[in-house]
């Protein structure tokens, strides 16, 4: 049975993430669990074990709710002294603190200087003529949402082309399963498959989506996304006509990165 929660006083939220774990978070937890039991708080803790929490740079990473406070480097020997606390709140464990509601700024293990957004370049496409365009990093995380938001809420005036299906017309549906993107249309009643996650040794790898680039035309009465893989060169584009606030929406949205 579940732990009850209606005992529930403080809940610990710990990354196990890929750069926590290798930070040995597993033995945090399992100090936590320990320590927690042995002062009596097991009842009224509850411990959840999370994947990647966005705060790899502080690993191994702690929430505690009650006090809204995050925790960086809490290793095995550092336990000890968070739970000496008592979990109570307005007791922590300050040293170890990097965010708190209502802190200005946070206070990480490490500073990372944030990436700046790729800027729009002018070029020649052997198609369109000269295009102002930007990157958009076709990262997981970027690219399934541009895929849905293009397809399935701005699909008025997009004309739609893929190298295998050639042109598609009307609403789509984008699904995901397992590191692709399903586009699916029933005006043709196919389902278009956008690889986004691929290791660097299996035969998906060369059907990544390596590039995802914005651009619109100089006389700016068209813009539109083109997304291509390695092996194919452009497997799917995407383009309007107006671009009714479209243009900006998509270079602050997806063309600016954050770290
Ligand atoms: S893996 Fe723990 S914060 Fe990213």
Sequence with gaps: MGKDL????NTIFICTGGS?????????????RCALKMAGLHENTHT??????????????????NNNTWYKKMTKDTIEDLVSMKLEVGKTLESNEFYKKGWKEM???????????????WQDDAVLGRVNSIRIYPWEFNTYPLLKECFTQRWEGLSLFTKKHGA????????????KAFIHCPSKDISIEIVMKAVRESEEFP??????KLFHTEDEKQFGLHFSNLKEGVVLQAHWEKSNGLWEHLINNYARISS
């Design 20 to 32: 926590c774990k290798k930070q040995a978070a597993e033995d945090s937890v399992r100090e936590l």
């Design 168 to 179: 598609i017309e009307g609403k789509c549906h984008v699904e995901y399963s397992e590191g």
């Design 48 to 65: 959840i074990k999370t994947l990647c929490m966005g705060q790899c740079e502080n690993a191994p990473v702690m929430f505690v709710d």
């Design 107 to 121: 206070q990480p293990a490490k500073i990372i200087t944030p990436k700046t957004r790729s800027e729009l370049q």
């Design 207 to 212: 059907h990544k989506i390596s590039e995802i």
């Design 6 to 9: 209606t005992k529930v006083r």
